[in-house]
């Protein structure tokens, strides 16, 4: 009775720990993960969007999940999620092990159990609706009755039943159940029945009869078989880590015999480096920093992205083409272009057209920035044929068709964000423009691009950043988002006569003093051509001292 009171308390103090550890890493360092998926397909509250999963195996698993993933919108709910569904894998795993009177003296098999879920977690394509594969087939593999006759019943009615919500997860189920057979020949052939050759029936049985999918892939619909994770093949990993542990267990043979408190010592030794090697090779610090770049992005705080790209300069091109978003919304293009890395020359100003969920989902934000209202909708619709109905990308619609007065089709996307889960706030919102239209004008976002008038009608060159921007110049000659991009663009590819040619029409337009970059730029272009006419434009005192002092150090 002390032994078990004990363990009681172990378990309660671990759950708890462990809860309150998972909760704190997913807040702050693992936020990424909750960033990299908050902007996940809508979910609608409606039977429609209910039994548009239901034509797979697996679907009502994918809708549970994707119900869940909903909270991800929220850092303190997102992360309370995760935790909670990581610290019930820990509970489930113990009490399949314990049905076992020899798994009550292993702790770790148990223990190590969620960090390895996390670990999966940690690579952010990793799905919530894989983790609740894995924890209903450990539930159901828990819930299942020993006694012959009640198991057949059990099986025979539960198989159909699990492959049809569970999809490929579904063969863990079976995989727990014969495990538990170890050692127990007869009852182990009479399982390889139940847990083998019936689901394959059913599966063979479904294919040919209901769903129009290859029978390779309804074995695995639902799995994670195409992610590529930190640690490969995670997801086997763990399903291979409790069925050996099961097997062990329920094996009649003597372990080595240790001092209960050395036994201890292991375990908990073995523990805490199994968890640290598992945090170590799955937490991903690049996405950690890209997906706050993102985020900061979303929320248009480009002061903070630009404090925090000074401390964490990105490699990535996404992260590259945040940065250079910031920049040209700061009116700092043509000053801080070269204070950040620039690896990807012109594609980290503006993305190529490519029918890839990736790049449709941000490509939109450069043309919204250069007042392309046309070209914005166009990247944000074919963002929705590829990736759904998300938020981002019905607000762009809207955005844009705000500006372009098809206000029965701004009502129309309305109605939908209206009827999404967590939405009704952003949909009530935009609501006003069409209830008034005539405050569009006021509004920083929407006024400045609805006053743009294009002279001429000009096709988008979907490969060519450089004769779109030309375009646009020459239709909206005081864009100076479009033309700090121009000029950005010539500066990343050297072109100091293009840059020189530009440059009187830049200042005759903005009326300012030349940016730092440009103003270089020109006196390079001065010095190369000291017999042709330049740009009679000045360079100050402090740039030729620079370049004289740049000059010295070189020779």
């Known amino acids: 009775m002390r032994t078990m009171f004990t363990r009681k308390h172990i378990k309660i103090a671990f759950g708890t720990t462990f809860f309150l550890f998972a909760f704190c890493w997913y807040y702050s360092p693992g936020e990424y993960v909750l960033i990299a998926n908050q902007d996940a397909r809508l979910f609608f509250l409606t039977f429609e969007h209910f039994f548009s999963f239901l034509d797979r195996p697996g679907g009502a698993l994918e809708y549970l999940g994707h119900f869940l993933t909903q909270f991800y919108r929220f850092r303190f709910l997102g992360a309370f999620v995760l935790a909670a569904l990581l610290t019930l894998s820990y509970f489930l795993a113990d009490e399949i092990l314990n049905k076992s009177p020899r798994g009550k003296d292993w702790l770790i098999p148990a223990l190590l159990t969620p960090f390895l879920l996390m670990g999966m977690h940690n690579f952010y394509p990793h799905q919530i609706h894989h983790t609740l594969g894995m924890l209903l087939a450990m539930a159901f593999a828990l819930w299942a009755p020993r006694e012959r006759a009640k198991a057949r019943i059990y099986h025979a009615l539960l198989a159909p039943v699990l492959i049809f919500l569970l999809g490929g997860f579904a063969w863990l189920y079976f995989a727990l159940i014969l495990a538990r057979s170890a050692g127990n020949i007869k009852l182990g052939l009479e399982l390889l029945f139940w847990v083998l050759i019936y689901p394959v029936l059913l599966t063979t049985f479904a294919t040919l009869l209901f769903y129009w999918i290859p029978l390779k892939d309804l074995f695995l619909q639902s799995l994670p078989v195409d992610q590529v994770y930190p640690i490969p093949l995670l997801p086997f990993i763990y399903a291979a880590w409790l069925v050996l542990w099961i097997v ?308």
């Open 248 to 555: 062990l267990i329920n094996l009649e043979f003597d372990w080595p015999k240790v001092r209960p408190r050395w036994g201890t010592v292991a375990q908990v030794l073995t523990l805490l480096l199994g968890a640290v090697l598992i945090l170590k090779f799955t937490h991903n610090r690049k996405n950690a920093e890209f997906f706050q770049v993102e985020k900061m992005a979303v929320q248009k705080d480009w002061d903070a992205l630009l404090r925090y790209a000074d401390q964490h300069p990105s490699s990535n091109l996404f992260g590259t083409f945040y940065t250079n978003l910031a920049l040209v919304n700061k009116g700092m293009l043509c000053s801080s272009l070269f204070n950040y890395p620039q690896p990807y020359g012109r594609r980290g100003l503006c993305f190529n057209w490519e029918e890839k969920e990736e790049i449709l989902k941000r490509g939109g934000d450069f043309f919204w920035t250069i007042h392309f209202v046309n070209e914005a909708h166009h990247w944000a619709f074919e963002s929705m044929i590829v990736n759904g109905y998300t938020q981002r990308n019905l607000k762009m619609l809207i955005q844009t068709e705000l500006v372009r007065g098809h206000h029965r089709v701004v009502q129309k996307y309305i109605r939908l964000l209206e009827r999404a889960l967590f939405q009704k706030k952003i949909a009530r919102g935009f609501q006003t423009f069409v209830d008034h239209p005539e405050t569009i004008g006021d509004d920083s976002e929407l006024g400045p691009r609805e006053e743009v008038a294009f002279r001429e009608n000009f096709f988008t060159d979907g490969i060519n950043l450089e004769n779109n921007l030309r375009s646009l110049i020459r239709n909206d000659p005081g864009n100076r988002q479009a033309f700090d991009y121009l000029l950005a663009l010539l500066l990343l590819e050297k072109r100091v006569d293009d840059i020189a040619q530009l440059l009187p029409s830049y200042t005759a337009i903005h009326k300012r003093e030349l940016p730092q970059l440009l103003e270089e730029c020109l006196l390079i272009y001065k010095l190369l051509h000291r017999n042709e006419i330049a740009p009679a434009l000045e360079v100050s005192e402090q740039t030729r001292l620079r370049f004289y002092g740049y000059f010295k150090v070189l020779q």
